[in-house]
């Protein structure tokens, strides 16, 4: 078994201190970093191949701060939230989860799995008030993560309370590709999607591959099959599964907005494509007291 907490690292600048762990989860398949700030993968190569989840070339640490690339975990609300029909203005921007610090259960730590947990009971009132279902909802929260030739995250959330919780969730990962110009998003012909670029107007991609010019790409697609990011520049195509989401989000920021990210250097956004298992707006999950859902998605070379 080979695991360790690392504190500093080359490839992580910024506000690194002893408060934040990464660990590196390594073995004869793959290897990943996985932070407990947001239970977060930053990394994850196979086989010690070409990394397949982008990480930036900076990636800051801080409280409260989202880590950009890599895995964020979205939960309970995707952006700013929507209810009943509505956009709402929620806070933190994609929920409180990828800025809070999870717990590591120790008995599963190998060096091909972390477990990670989060409990209603660390998360201050206000801050939940704002599940669609309303104040004191009662959770218990596990985000799986599973590192070798393929790599797989599971969020699973238990109702803990005595009445149904309802919430948005994510996997929110960033791909890395050699060209976001020179890669196709395969497995989309004929669905419908929210062009979240445009207002939230309701589309539906009628043909080919989804493509990428430089300029914005934002949708919600109400997709729950498999989809194949097929790239170019690096040769070589990742095959995407998911179960427990009826949509995709596809994301890249194009070349206006890119270079405006405040924690991305110029030019980094031709560098990934994020396609995010995803159940947000009028597909937001319940869960009755006693139940869980599961929401997972599993990636791979192919
Ligand atoms: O910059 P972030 O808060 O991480 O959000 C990054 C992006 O996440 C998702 O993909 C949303 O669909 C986008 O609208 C958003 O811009």
């Known amino acids: 078994m080979s695991r360790r907490t690392v504190a500093t690292l080359p490839s992580i600048l910024g506000q690194m201190s002893n408060a934040y762990v990464i660990r590196n989860i390594v073995n004869e398949d793959g290897s990943a970093l996985v932070s407990d700030h947001g239970a977060h993968v930053i990394n994850w190569a196979p086989d010690g191949g070409t990394p397949v989840i982008w990480q930036p070339k900076a990636v800051y640490l801080g409280e409260g701060t989202a880590i950009r690339g890599g895995i964020p975990v979205i939960f309970p609300w995707f952006g700013k939230g929507y209810e009943q029909g509505h956009a709402t203005d929620k806070r933190p921007k994609h929920g409180f989860a990828r800025v809070s610090d999870w717990h590591v259960d120790p008995d599963t730590l190998t060096d091909r799995h972390v477990r990670y947990t989060l409990d209603s009971d660390e998360i201050d009132a206000d801050t939940l008030a704002q599940f669609i279902s309303g104040p004191d909802p009662r959770f218990h929260a596990e985000v799986d993560i599973a590192v070798g ?109 890119g270079n405006a990210i405040g924690d991305m250097m110029d030019g980094e956004w031709r560098d990934f494509v994020c396609v995010e298992a995803a159940a947000n707006r009028d597909r937001a999950i319940t869960v009755e007291p006693s139940d869980a859902h599961t929401l997972s998605q599993t990636i791979r070379v192919n």
């Not at 797989?152 to 890395?176: C, K, M, Q, W």
């Not at 929210?194 to 914005?216: I, K, N, V, W």
């Not at 995709?248 to 194009?254: A, D, I, S």
């Open 149 to 257: 030739r393929e790599l797989s995250v599971v969020l699973t959330v238990e109702n803990t309370g005595d009445a149904p919780i309802t919430y948005e969730a994510a996997l929110h990962t960033y791909f890395r590709v050699g060209d976001v110009r020179c890669t196709r998003i395969a497995g989309l012909v004929d669905t419908r999607y929210l062009d979240s670029a445009d207002g939230f107007a309701e589309r539906e991609q009628t043909s080919g591959p989804l493509t990428f010019d430089g300029g914005m790409v934002d949708r919600i697609y109400y997709s729950d099959g498999t989809l194949l990011i097929e790239d170019d520049a690096l040769h070589r195509t990742i095959k995407v599964e998911k179960s427990g989401s009826s949509q995709t989000v596809v994301w890249n920021p194009g070349e206006e907005a």
